[in-house]
Each structure stands twice: as C-alpha cells, then as structure tokens.
C-alpha cells in the first residue's frame, strides 16, 4: 500500500479571492500499492490558525485506484496562507513510502 495526493487544486467563487467566499479545495488520493487501503484519511492545515479540515469516515482507494476528495473553507482575515495536505495523518496504514503524504498549495485572500 503506498497513499500519495495528486493534483491539489482550489476553486474560487472569484479572482481574487476574498474575506468569507467559499473556498472548495480538491485532490486526488492515489494507491500505488498492491492492497486496497480500506481507511484511508486525509488532513488540511488552512494555515490560519483555524481548525484543520478533514474527513471523519474513511474512503476506500483500492490497488492501482485514484479516488477525488473535496473540502470547503473560508477565511476570516485578509492574508497569504499555505495549505497542508497529509494523507494518513495519523500513520494509521502502513505504507512502502510514508515520506510522500503531503502537498501544499498557496492562497491570497483579499480584503472586502
């Protein structure tokens, strides 16, 4: 089993973003392994202090599988933010490759 995040993307209501639009952030979870993984999870650090998003049932990526995950998050405060995402936060599966988990992506978020 080897988890790894693809294609991390965000999608904007408008360019630039601002204060309190809704963010959707999406991404791929890919199984380079041999074995399904039946618990797959996933973590985003919003990079604002706020609370990390996350999925809180697990998702089934079978061998050789891709599966599309999605989250929503909207800021409070104008800034530049780095998003975290770590797959198998916890270390819950165990991986041939545990060092390619994560990925980060980058936000402005303009004032009103």
Known sequence: M?????AFAKSFPSDPVFVGDSIIVS????????ESVPNAFYRISRGDGGPDLGNNAPIVVGPGE??????????AAPGNYT??????????????????????????????
């Open 2 to 6: 080897d988890l790894s995040p693809g």
């Open 27 to 34: 991404f791929e979870i890919r199984n380079s392994g041999n």
């Open 66 to 75: 891709t599966v599309f995950a999605s989250d929503v998050l909207t800021y």
């Open 83 to 112: 998003l975290n995402l770590t797959l198998d936060p916890d270390g819950a599966v165990n991986e041939t490759d545990e060092g390619n988990n994560w990925m980060t992506t980058f936000i402005v978020v303009g004032d009103v």
